[in-house]
T-cell receptor
Framework: EAGVAQSPRYKIIEKRQSVAFWCNPI?????LYWYQQILGQGPKLLIQ????????DSQLPKDRFSAERLKGVDSTLKIQPAKLEDSAVYLC?????????????FGEGSWLTVV | QKEVEQNSGPLSVPEGAIASLNCTYS??????FFWYRQYSGKSPELIMS????GDKEDGRFTAQLNKASQYVSLLIRDSQPSDSATYLC???????????FGSGTRLQVQP
């Protein structure tokens, strides 16, 4: 079974530029998550989708971050304009459902460096 | 107060010893508890889940949960150098809340 796919794996941009990350979850997984992991910290949830609807985006900096999952399958996370503090790994994850017992599987991550 | 707290370490143990990793959480409504392992430069991978008070064993790993004390731990028996990684404790509550992670404990197993 294919895992969570993410691209690009690595990106270096200058501050104030924009960047987009793509994620394709495990087939059949209704719930998709974007987490931000800054070096030395645990993953922090940015947004959670259930099919194509948003369940939780309370920690998404909406002035610069946006995410969509239009057809309920793959998803895109965009940052515009980027700041130095956005340097992090952006982890996409998916699970069958959103109830508390569902296992979350992570992709390999997209590493962003803002210079 | 952080929602999920872990000692950042590093926790250093000799090969063959028992490594004990601890985690506390603040939300008494939390229902599911997970331990993820993260190697440097890699994404987190699930190693254990536990939902009820007591112990749960899987191979060399034992997860322990005490909801009254809001405490969850992971024991790794016969530690191997390949166990050297950061161990993330994750918790979620009722409903559709996503996992909340601690900052992780770095484990070093010395050959």
């Amino acid at each position: 079974e294919a895992g969570v796919a993410q691209s690009p794996r690595y990106k270096i941009i200058e501050k104030r530029q924009s960047v987009a990350f793509w994620c394709n979850p495990i087939s059949g997984h209704a719930t998709l998550y974007w987490y931000q992991q800054i070096l030395g910290q645990g993953p922090k949830l940015l947004i959670q989708f259930q099919n194509n609807g948003v369940v939780d985006d309370s920690q998404l900096p909406k002035d610069r971050f946006s995410a969509e999952r239009l057809k309920g399958v793959d998803s895109t996370l965009k940052i515009q304009p980027a700041k130095l503090e956005d340097s992090a790994v952006y982890l996409c994850a998916s699970s069958l459902g959103s109830s508390s017992g569902n296992t979350i599987y992570f992709g390999e991550g997209s590493w962003l460096t803002v210079v | 107060q952080k929602e999920v707290e872990q000692n950042s370490g590093p926790l250093s143990v000799p090969e063959g010893a028992i490594a004990s990793l601890n985690c506390t959480y603040s939300d008494r409504g939390s229902q599911s508890f997970f331990w993820y392992r993260q190697y440097s430069g890699k994404s987190p991978e699930l190693i254990m889940s536990i939902y009820s008070n007591g112990d749960k064993e899987d191979g060399r790993f034992t997860a322990q949960l005490n909801k009254a004390s809001q405490y969850v731990s992971l024991l790794i028996r016969d530690s191997q150098p390949s166990d050297s990684a950061t161990y993330l404790c994750a918790v979620n509550g009722p409903g559709r809340r996503a996992l909340t992670f601690g900052s992780g404990t770095r484990l070093q197993v010395q050959p």
